[in-house]
């Protein structure tokens, strides 16, 4: 055997035709992420806006309960009116945001209303997802006892 050479020949690609097409996958995959994505970002957004609102709204119905509950065992009815701040500030305290207190009372019973009103910076005001509301209102009413 002497040393004889091989010619070496150039690497050819395939001709791409029609059906070598249709079955060539690549760059499939960051398509179908291209398609997805968007939809599974909206979907997460949704899910985070909704779950804080829900969260939000059952700590503003919880700080009405409260308060109402705790009015009832004010002396007098300016009493009771800074009682049940007094447990709406409470109950409130680590929830950001600013909110209003309104008392009313007749003579069976009394209303704690609140009206919560969502930070500026909150996931709530975000235009990503369509949001329920940056206002929350809740309402509780306990009935006073009788004499």
Known sequence: MTGSIHPVRPCRKPALTGATLMRDERGAAIVEM?????????????????????????SVQQAANDGARAAIVGLDAADRRAVATRAVGRSLQAVTGTHTIAVSETAEAVTVAITFTAPPDSILRSSFVPAPGNVIRARATFELPVD
């Open 34 to 58: 291209a398609l997805v994505l968007p939809l599974f970002l909206a979907l997460l957004m949704g899910v985070l806006v909704y779950s804080q609102y829900f969260m939000l709204a059952h």
